[in-house]
């Protein structure tokens, strides 16, 4: 079972991720699209900045499953390396159940937002609505539940070895 959930956890922070990759790339491509069209041919599209930051938001929130997993999200460095082993894995389930119940925060208010953002549409974008940005903040949470539980369940500490 734990195998199975680690396993399926490494394919959502994998798309997760390269999702992310992709909303940073693109955001790259418009900014330099935006700087070409107003300094070089002097017509700024207004719709290029609005993408971006739509881009910006789904990169951010698609990124956390990955940074959960590796454990550079919630991070009491010292407490760790300051308390005996059984007192760290209590750490580590404070930490778990704090990061899972902000996460379902994020989840139901963003969901919620999302829903209310339907009828309102993005300034440049008119034909989008602002349902899409918003539903970054349910998506990228849920994807980084898997990202929390699997940090519980198989330890990566990464920012503990790199620490100065």
Known sequence: MKSAFLSLGRGVSAFSLAFACLMLVLSACLGMFQVVTRFIFEQPAEWSEVLIRFFLIWMVFMALPEAFRIGSMV???MLHRLSPPPLR???DVVIMVASLALLAVIIWFGWDYAQRGKVQTMAGLEDLSMFWAY???PVG???AVFGVIANFLEPQKHELETAQ
């Open 75 to 77: 991070s009491i460095d």
């Open 89 to 91: 894995r209590v750490l």
């Open 135 to 137: 539903l970054a903040l």
């Open 141 to 143: 949470s849920a994807c």
